[in-house]
Structure formats: structure tokens, C-alpha cells
């Protein structure tokens, strides 16, 4: 979405976020930048090689009690700047919709374990033991 209505939807207003160089576009889409990809490591100028990544996937928090919120919670869910990380595609598409116990990234899990657990407790999701005991590990 445009929440701002500044022509730059949510995946624009990410990778400017997360950029660490001053962004190229081409009318509202954002096509250069330059991102570190957080969950491989390395770097990358050009957007069409970053996903934008929900941390906690949709398809997870639906099936963890996102199921029960309303459509408004729903798209503030899948909009939360805070749930939303600039990463590789093939990291992402390597993640899918899997939990923290079928999923870490290569590097920074104590991040990303730490941000998962945030969004948890932020949105009233209920991860399962299993889960949590992942969590819990990737900051050992």
C-alpha cells in the first residue's frame, strides 16, 4: 500500500529505509541503492535482487492466531515496517513461509531471532514450544 500517498508503496518505502547509499528510481519504483543482505551477508545495487521479506511470513502468522484478526489488522500486519526486511530473493524464497524452527538465516540469527520474538509479543501470535526453544538458541 501508499499509506502516505507519496507514489512510494510499501516495498519502495522499505528499500529506501534499508538502502545505505541514496536511491535510484525510475518513476515511483525504487531501482538502485545499495543493500546488505542480512541474512546472507554480501551486497547488491539493484533492487530487482532484493525481496522485501516479511520476518514473521504471512502464512505463519495466519496459522499462529493472525487467522482471527480483522482485515484492517491483517494489512497492518503484512505493512508493519517492523515485520519487513530488504534481503536477497533467494534468501527469502529459501525462507518461505517456514517458522524459526525450520528457518534460520547463514548469519545474524540473534537478530532475526530477537525481531521475531518482538513481533510475536507485538501482535499476540502463539508460537509453539518448538519454536520459541529456536528462538531462544540462535542468541547462544
Known amino acids: 500500500i501508499d499509506e502516505d500517498g507519496d507514489c512510494q508503496n510499501t ?6 529505509r534499508d538502502s545505505q547509499a541514496q ?13 546488505d543482505l542480512p541474512y546472507s551477508g554480501g551486497s547488491t545495487t539493484s533492487a530487482s535482487q532484493i525481496d522485501v521479506d516479511h520476518i514473521i511470513p504471512l502464512k ?12 484492517a489488522r491483517k494489512r497492518a500486519f503484512a505493512n508493519d515496517p517492523d515485520n519487513l526486511l530488504a534481503t536477497s530473493s533467494s534468501a527469502n524464497r529459501s525462507k518461505g513461509a ?18 521475531w520474538e518482538g ?6 501470535l502463539v508460537a509453539t514450544i518448538g519454536e520459541m526453544a529456536s528462538i531462544d538458541r540462535a542468541c547462544q
Do not use: T
Not at 536511491?23 to 543493500?35: A, M
Not at 513481533?119 to 499476540?124: N, Q, S, V
Open 119 to 124: 513481533l510475536i509479543e507485538k501482535y499476540g
Open 23 to 35: 536511491v535510484s528510481f525510475d518513476g515511483c519504483r525504487v531501482v538502485s541503492g545499495l543493500w
Open 60 to 71: 505463519w502468522a495466519h496459522g499462529h492466531g493472525g487467522d482471527r484478526w480483522s482485515d
Open 98 to 115: 517456514k517458522g524459526p524452527d525450520q528457518w534460520m538465516p547463514a548469519i545474524n540469527r540473534c537478530n532475526y531471532a530477537q525481531r
Open 11 to 16: 516495498r519502495a518505502e522499505i528499500l529506501i
